[in-house]
């Protein structure tokens, strides 16, 4: 089993910095993707940011230039970097990894059960 928990969210002003951690556990033979989603409420769930095994990283256009994207391979842990929060950032910030495990054949997409971020004006 694959665990991925998220961690980093709370309360900050407009124009502040938040760094989002979500760390993978358990029994992964490699990861590939890593991925961070938003849910905004009343609102769908939206990519944000990605980052590929090679570090090749995407953003939404909204968070191009706020928002930066790493991983420590050595730790299982994607982070998300977030500089210059407007209120449109409040969401509940969701990180899901691609992973192999051991004697399975597919990738499988594993989830977080996300971390609040609440900006205020």
């Known amino acids: 089993q694959v665990q991925v928990v998220e961690s980093g969210g709370g309360l900050v002003q407009a124009g502040g910095s938040l760094r989002l951690s979500c760390a993978a556990s358990?029994?992964?033979?490699?990861?590939?993707?890593m991925v961070w989603y938003r849910q905004a409420p009343g609102k769908e769930r939206e990519l944000v940011a990605q980052?590929?095994?090679?570090?090749?990283?995407t953003y939404a256009d909204s968070v191009k230039g706020r928002f930066s994207i790493s991983r420590d391979n050595s730790r299982n842990t994607v982070y998300l970097q977030m500089n210059s929060l407007t209120p449109e950032d409040t969401a509940v910030y969701y990180c899901n990894i691609w992973a192999k495990v051991p004697f399975v054949k597919n990738i499988g997409i594993y989830w977080g059960q996300g971390t609040r971020v609440t900006v205020s004006s």
């Open positions: 358990g029994s992964i033979s490699s990861i590939n993707l």
């Open positions: 980052i590929t095994s090679s570090n090749i990283t």
